[in-house]
């Protein structure tokens, strides 16, 4: 199962929903696909292994070609909360 970000309003909805998909047999995705990123995970395996040294600051920045549809961003929160989830998982 693909389901699109965010899974959840809240913090809460978001544990109970990992908790009901804890036990499925099927998978079960997010949408985040720079976590398969070839050059994301180069950085990553390379941060981990020590090559880059001490990390001090890591600046992330995350765009779209144009603003979005005032209705879009309505009710998404929009688009700094939209795009910068995107950061702070492939920092993670």
Known sequence: MFCEKPVASSATEAALISRLVAGCADRVQIGYPRRFDAGFTHA?????????????????????????PREYAAVTGGIFRDCSMHDFDAVR
């Open 44 to 68: 990553r395996d390379a941060g981990q292994a020590g090559q880059l040294g001490w990390l001090h600051t890591i600046r992330s920045t995350t765009l779209d070609p144009a603003p979005p």
